[in-house]
């Protein structure tokens, strides 16, 4: 029986986990990259007899990891193979302050990982697998905020407005080829991880913002991320999938 391949990046928690944990299914084989490797999905892989390897890789350091996934799709037989999947998940969130009083490193390392490791990943993986005859994908998680302007959020706006755009561009190259890779930027909604805590713990004088994300909360509004990463799934699998480069899971 052919697999289907999935690589995920950010998956040792929040919405990552979700995803990872909902492909924890017969005939699929999971590739993780994270900067920790998580145990318990470990175990749950075991569980449901699927094939997992966690790569514990920092992405500020993209290139590298991207050399690494080159090669080890290479060594790779097509055949196994139903179809294959990168999804770039992971990303992190820098002060929430002014850009005028963001530390310039905490600058870069949000680009790194948000834009230039995701940007690095796909190219690896469209040149690694340009010749296999099975589908190709590739899944952008985006953000709300790469798409509406926000106080106090530059860096990680600016990264997700830049994946945004790459995807638009990626998808016309790929239009081109014969078996061209479908790709599209989504943008999940919005779920209670990390992230959101991060929001809320922010100064309100620095964030205008603020307001929105204690509603949020105490509205329920907020998705739990085993739920998002079903949604983001289904979404990856309709039919349509690539259709529109830059998409809401809503739509």
């Known amino acids: 029986m052919k697999n289907h391949l999935y690589i995920i ?15 924890l299914k017969p005939g699929n084989q999971l590739l993780c990259i994270s900067r920790k490797t998580n145990d318990a999905l470990a175990q749950s892989a075991i ?21 690494q996934l080159h090669q080890w799709l290479s060594a790779q037989s097509a055949t196994p193979f139903a179809s294959v ?21 905490a600058i870069a390392s ?14 690896a993986f469209l040149n690694a697998t340009q010749d296999w005859a099975a589908p190709r994908k590739v899944l952008n998680i985006s953000s709300g905020n790469g798409r509406r302007a926000m106080g106090s959020q530059a860096s990680y706006s ?29 943008a999940p909604g919005v779920i209670d991880t990390d992230m959101q805590t991060h929001l809320r713990d ?7 913002d603020h307001g929105m994300f ?12 085993q739920d998002a990463g079903i949604r983001v799934l289904a979404y990856l699998n309709r039919v349509d999938f690539g259709t529109h480069p830059v998409a809401d899971v809503r739509d």
């Open 9 to 23: 990046t950010g998956a040792s928690r929040g919405m990552g986990l979700g995803i990872a944990q909902a492909l």
């Open 47 to 67: 569980a449901s007899g699927v094939s997992l390897e966690q790569w514990p890789l920092d992405l500020s350091h993209g290139e590298a990891v991207s050399a």
């Open 85 to 105: 999947t990168l999804i770039n998940n992971a990303a992190i969130l820098p002060p929430v302050s002014p850009l005028r009083d963001v530390p310039y490193a």
């Open 110 to 123: 949000c680009l790194r990982i948000g834009l230039e490791a995701p940007m690095q990943l796909t190219a």
């Open 158 to 186: 600016a990264a997700k407005a830049g994946m945004d755009h790459y995807s638009r561009c990626v998808a016309i190259e790929e239009l081109l080829k014969p078996n061209g890779a479908k790709i599209c930027s989504l």
């Open 202 to 208: 922010a100064d309100p004088n620095a964030f205008p």
């Open 214 to 225: 204690l509603k949020l909360q105490s509205e329920g509004a907020l998705l739990s991320p």
